[in-house]
DNA sequence: ACGTTACGAGTCTGACCCGTATCGTATTTC
DNA sequence: GAAATACGATACGGGTCAGACTCGTAACGT
């Protein structure tokens, strides 16, 4: 017989794995369109998933608590750096900054920015999505130290902001129109390791 | 007589000035509040300013005009570098960055990233206020490469970038929230001067 | 005095939305 | 087949808001 901690298996329908999966990609789709987070509706929601509003509200309390789990979909891979040069392992990670598997993430980012600074839910899903990738860099940098290649001096956490920093206020802020995106990784790096003062 | 020209004054109670300030005034404290853009009603902006419904509507034809002309005064003064040292200069420059005269700014910023994105008047609102900030800075790097103490063949563009782009990750995203914002500017200046190699 | 325009306050219609409930139907276990 | 649960659809009461409108009043020119 099965035992009873195998099959705690409830009677009746199951809960359709085709309607979260349409769920969570209709909010992805709705925000990657353009609709902000909070003119975001469960109605609109459900009308794109082809599903009805008591389906959404029978597996999430409410809209943040989808919101969250949907934006967790979109954290992507972390970038795996090489490991041989220093410089090439920085220019990667740097390179990698807003650049997520799925092309939705680059309209959805910007839009966190202002629910970062309110909601404590959102602000710590923020920095569980990033906190990995500083860590990443963090060891690349201590790698340099170690290896010789950067000063031992450094602040390696103020370090990480300025070489990600740059990239950042690009990719979300479009902050400088005439900046090329493509190369700045390499540029922003080279720079940051040479300094820009004359010796 | 006066003039054709000197009187287009038209008849009948001119519009109050207090209410345009007041107007304008409601809609930034409700911004600072955390009330996001779009959760910004005309209904509440009309009754924290103490005025009806109509006042705003004959004076604006919706919420995005009038949010255009409210953060019009967002703006604040230009630092102004004493031009001594460059050093110096690009340390006050980075650390007025996100720091205008009006302590609502701060809290109103993070809100902009995302509407700039997607209203073209709004980038170019946004772009109007930054420009000239970009300009007083690439003008001290110009003074600094012609004063030999940065070297010649630096991207100025990509340097502004450098300098810009952590500062502005860490106030208006709070990027790392365990890095010091007081003493950032100089941290990142120094270290963007002196490069982070060993030599 | 009189016409004109603005004022604050309020009303009204038509949207849109939330969260719940209720349909008839479909899918599962016992 | 019966009980249980899910499904999409739709209806509901309660809420907010946009915009246009209406009051009675206030401020200005002639």
């Given amino acids: 017989?099965?035992?009873?901690?195998?099959?705690?298996?409830?009677?009746?329908?199951?809960?359709?794995?085709?309607a979260d999966e349409a769920i969570?990609?209709?909010?992805?789709?709705?925000?990657?369109?353009?609709s902000t987070i909070e003119a975001l509706s469960i109605e609109a929601i459900a009308t794109r998933a082809g599903v009805g509003k008591a389906t959404i509200y029978r597996r999430w309390a409410?809209?943040?608590?989808?919101?969250?789990?949907?934006?967790?979909r979109l954290k992507g891979v972390l970038a795996q750096p090489a490991g041989h040069s220093v410089r090439d392992d920085l220019v990667l990670l740097v390179g990698a900054i807003g650049k997520n598997v799925d092309p939705r993430a680059a309209k959805i980012m910007p839009c966190l920015a202002p629910a970062v600074n309110r909601?404590?839910?959102?602000?710590?899903?923020?920095?569980?999505?990033?906190?990995?990738?500083?860590?990443?860099?963090?060891e690349v940098l201590r790698r340099g130290i170690d290896e010789g290649v950067l000063r031992a001096d450094?602040?390696?956490?103020?370090?990480?902001?300025?070489?990600?920093?740059?990239m950042l206020i690009q990719r979300?802020?479009?902050w400088n129109p005439d900046l090329d995106?493509?190369?700045?990784?390499?540029?922003?790096?080279?720079a940051v390791l040479e300094g820009i003062r004359t010796r």
């Fill in 24 to 34: 969570i990609e209709a909010t992805l789709d709705l925000l990657a369109e353009g």
């Fill in 119 to 138: 909601s404590a839910d959102q602000f710590q899903l923020y920095q569980s999505i990033i906190s990995p990738r500083r860590q990443l860099m963090r």
């Fill in 62 to 72: 409410g809209k943040d608590a989808l919101l969250l789990d949907a934006l967790r």
């Fill in 1 to 18: 017989m099965t035992s009873t901690a195998d099959a705690p298996r409830s009677p009746g329908r199951p809960r359709s794995i085709r």
């Fill in 172 to 174: 979300v802020l479009q």
């Fill in 154 to 166: 450094i602040d390696v956490e103020v370090t990480m902001a300025l070489l990600t920093g740059p």
């Fill in 181 to 190: 995106e493509q190369s700045l990784p390499e540029r922003v790096v080279d």
